[in-house]
């Protein structure tokens, strides 16, 4: 069965870290893959996502993603974080010609000012 | 542009009482998703829309939770008789469809708490 695994459940950093969240997925073939973050009290939104192409993924607010198809992770990444980064983030998967997600059990990030 | 609308955002039911929860899409979205989100765990798809037709409900517990999407635009997600289990945020999200397969969004709205005691 298809499957996101993410392995951190809480991760807490000080301003300034930097960051690295595990995501390691279970496809077969073609897959698509996207990291959303949800702020407190806030929807549910999409940081980035890869679907073809360069393996390095940029998105919004500083974030990254490096596709390694030999490990099947799709790590996130940012440099530096900011006690804005405060929130639980999600890595999902659909396989190349399905639109339905199948998202890990989330880490909820916590940025210490 | 709006997002995704959801209402009730929370809601408080007894089990075995009966509860629905209403989403309208982003206009124009052809596709609409319910999922599940029990408390810490990811969403979990409960059913997907094409306009008014169900594409993937194979997840959706059919004994007890129904949906609909009559117009092809907003959507209804049912569940009768609840059990203390249902207690989860009810996502709704949508998409359009750019083309048979291939690259796509999905855009969630701010769910409904639901709480069974």
């Known amino acids: 069965a298809q499957s996101v695994s993410q392995h951190n459940h809480h991760v807490i950093l000080s301003e300034a870290a930097s960051l690295e969240l595990g995501c390691n997925y279970s496809?077969?073939?073609?897959?698509?893959l996207f990291w959303y973050v949800q702020y407190p009290g806030q929807h549910l939104q999409l940081l980035l996502k890869?679907?073809?192409?360069?393996?390095l993924v940029k998105g919004i607010k500083g974030f990254e993603a490096e596709f390694i198809k030999s490990k099947f992770s799709f790590n996130l990444r940012k440099p530096s974080v900011q006690w804005s980064d405060t929130a639980e983030y999600f890595c999902?998967?659909?396989?190349?010609?399905?639109?339905?997600?199948?998202f890990g059990s989330g880490t909820q990030l916590t940025v210490l000012p | 542009e709006a997002g995704v609308a959801q209402s009730p955002r929370y809601k408080i039911i007894e089990k075995r009482q009966s509860v629905a929860f209403w989403c309208n899409p982003i206009?124009?979205?052809?596709?609409l998703y319910w999922y599940q989100q029990i408390l810490g765990q990811g969403p979990k798809l409960l059913i997907q829309?094409?306009?008014?037709?169900?594409?993937?409900d194979s997840q959706l517990p059919k004994d007890r939770f129904s949906a609909e999407r009559l117009k092809g635009v907003d959507s209804t997600l049912k569940i009768q008789p609840a059990k203390l289990e249902d207690s989860a945020v009810y996502l709704c999200?949508?998409?359009?469809?750019?083309?048979?397969?291939?690259?796509?969004?999905?855009?969630f709205g701010p769910g409904t708490r639901l709480t069974v005691t």
């Open positions: 496809y077969g073939g073609t897959v698509n």
């Open positions: 999902a998967a659909s396989s190349g010609s399905a639109r339905q997600l199948t």
């Open positions: 206009s124009g979205h052809a596709t």
């Open positions: 999200a949508s998409s359009l469809v750019v083309r048979l397969a291939g690259p796509y969004e999905q855009y």
């Open positions: 890869y679907f073809s192409g360069d393996p």
């Open positions: 829309f094409q306009n008014n037709g169900v594409v993937d």
